[in-house]
């Protein structure tokens, strides 16, 4: 017999039944025996209960099992398991056989129970597998009844609490998701923003410059008419009142002859 006290100071007391023998003596040997308490152990998402499969020679397997609140596994360790096998397990000396799946651990490997199995075991007596190891192992199903009602609703809760936990986490991932998100869209609203109020400026500069640009080109235009204006009158102011080419001066009136004449000697005959 062997005692292991569980957390919360809970007792759990499991016998090993031979079971090389014939069935009466494992069931005359598990009837003696008073319901046990089982331990069970919230993990981080299920919860487990660990107990030992005795053989007749004494050599020990240990197994356990686990629930999340909706399935019940047999969690156990051999040597060359297969990554998937469908392998029976006996209560009361009846097969029921389920999936068994490695994991990744080297050796371990968990049997799905089906419901049929786990109703055998919350009756049942005698719970018993030949090829876990080199021969036949089995304990006692005495306060089976209770222990996997519990094992379940322990399961449940923690797998809630751990559902509860990842969809806070999630929430919270998306939250600051969404912050990062809103971040990233203001400051490239920002930065648009900053570039569009640069190119405003930019285009309000050039227009500037090119009314400038304008102003000063019809300045000069201007300037150059009024020299222009101021050159034609100053070339008429010229011409009109006496500064023209000598050419182009009024030669005024012509003197006239006087009336008796001037002959000269060779106007006459000699």
């Known amino acids: 017999m062997m005692r292991v006290v569980g957390p919360g100071g809970i007792l759990l007391t499991l016998v090993a039944a031979a079971v090389a023998g014939p069935l009466t003596t494992n069931v005359a040997a598990a009837a003696g025996l008073e319901a046990s308490a089982w331990a069970i152990t919230p993990d981080d998402a299920a919860c487990h209960t660990d107990f030992e499969l005795v053989a007749r020679s004494g050599g020990v397997a ?10 019940v596994l047999l969690r156990f360790t051999k040597e060359g398991v297969p990554s998937l096998a469908f392998l029976p397990i006996r209560i009361d000396r009846k097969a029921f056989a389920n999936l068994v799946q490695r994991t990744g651990d080297e050796g371990m490997a968990v049997m799905g129970l089906s419901d049929e199995t786990i109703d055998a075991m919350r009756h049942g007596r005698v ?44 929430a919270a991932r998306a939250s600051a998701a969404a912050e990062q998100q809103l971040a990233i869209a203001r400051a490239q609203a920002a930065a648009a923003e900053a570039v569009r109020q640069r190119a405003a400026a930019e285009a309000e500069e050039i227009t500037a410059r090119v009314e400038q640009d304008r102003a000063i080109a019809a300045a000069e235009r201007r ?8 050159q034609r009158a100053l070339a008429a102011q010229q011409y009109y009142y006496g500064d023209r080419p000598y050419g182009d001066r009024d030669s005024g009136p012509q003197s006239q002859p006087a009336p008796w004449g001037y002959y000269r000697s060779y106007d006459y005959p000699r």
């Not at 240990?62 to 399935?71: C, M, T």
């Not at 797998?159 to 936990?165: E, F, V």
């Open 127 to 170: 719970l018993q597998i030949a090829w876990l190891s080199d021969e036949a192992v089995s304990a006692s199903l005495s306060g089976a009844a209770q222990g996997i009602t519990d094992l379940k609703t322990c399961g449940a809760q923690v797998a809630g609490q751990r559902r509860a936990q990842a969809k806070a986490q999630a």
């Open 223 to 230: 300037r150059v008419l009024a020299n222009r204006e101021r």
């Open 62 to 71: 240990p197994v356990a099992l686990i629930s999340d609140g909706d399935r």
